[in-house]
């Protein structure tokens, strides 16, 4: 199959293209760190501190290739993730008990946490969305899901599916001393006095990325975000200056996946809000 698991028939396709995935991805990250076990098993297994842009380029290639590449590469590229969460275990700091990264509950919840912010975080920023195509947006990242080791039945594929879940899984979220570390790495990512200026210069854009997030998110996390409107406009300008970006620059760096795709599949394959429109 030329197109791999999604093409330009799909939303995901046209979405994932979109520069406010940079907010949108950040933001997940954010959400993801409010379940306790999955945000444990992410601050004992990865090296995101020492590496602080490791853990976005690796997502985002993640991201990359299950979306624009073959379906070999996809499936090579789930394939790995697969193994790294078999052969990883942590320790749930409230009880002590063991943490299994491949459980199915901890997978649902990352994979949520992440599909709903791309969505919900492009969409406000300005990618003209209709409810239908968010719905079948949800629908089509069952495909991922299934690739890392989900029931893709067992995930939600509409936007009240994907509400009905987070009010269930609600209960389990809190701001722990975890959520913590990833609430202050996800402000200011870099821990040398060197690059104290760029610390700071990020700061806005992370904090914006953190007031994406639903209120009751923030709720939890227990951190205050920027007035609505802030917010509003903090998206806009972020994507408008995005996009005036030449093609060559934005969908070449830093992965090249869409460029890969469209000399495999042709011109018409380049995602663009008008082809979106289409489906």
């Given at each position: 199959?030329a197109e791999g698991l999604f093409g ?22 954010y959400l993801q760190s409010l379940h ?116 893709p039945e067992a995930v939600p594929g ?122």
């Open positions: 199959m330009p028939d799909t939303v995901t396709w046209h979405l994932h293209a979109d520069p406010a995935m940079w907010v949108a991805g950040v933001c997940g990250l306790p076990k999955a945000v444990a098993a992410v601050v004992q297994n990865s090296r995101f501190r020492e590496d602080p842009l490791g853990r976005l380029r690796r997502t985002g290639d993640f991201v990359g290739v299950t979306t624009y590449g073959t379906l070999e590469a996809a499936e090579t590229a789930a394939r790995r993730v697969r193994q790294v969460h078999r052969r990883l275990s942590a320790v749930d700091p409230r009880t002590g008990e063991d943490i299994r990264l491949d459980d199915p509950d901890l997978l649902l919840w990352v994979h949520c946490a992440e599909v709903h912010s791309f969505a919900d975080v492009v969409g406000r920023a300005g990618l003209p969305l209709t409810g239908a195509q968010v719905d079948r947006y949800f629908d089509e990242q069952r495909r991922v899901a299934a690739l890392v080791g989900l029931d509409s936007r009240r599916e994907m509400a009905d879940y987070f009010a269930r899984v609600r209960p389990e979220l809190s701001r722990t001393e975890d959520s913590e570390v990833v609430y202050r790495f996800l402000h200011l990512p870099f821990d040398q006095w060197w690059l104290l200026g760029v610390d700071l210069g990020y700061l806005p854009l992370g904090h914006l990325a953190y007031s994406t997030q639903p209120r009751w998110a923030h709720e939890v996390h227990g951190h205050p975000a920027y007035p609505r409107l802030v917010t509003a406009a903090g998206l806009f300008s972020f994507r408008t200056a995005a996009l005036a970006l030449p093609p060559a620059v934005r969908w070449r760096y830093p992965t090249g996946h869409v460029y890969r795709a469209v000399e495999r599949l042709g011109a018409g394959a380049f995602p663009s809000p008008a082809a979106l429109a289409r489906l």
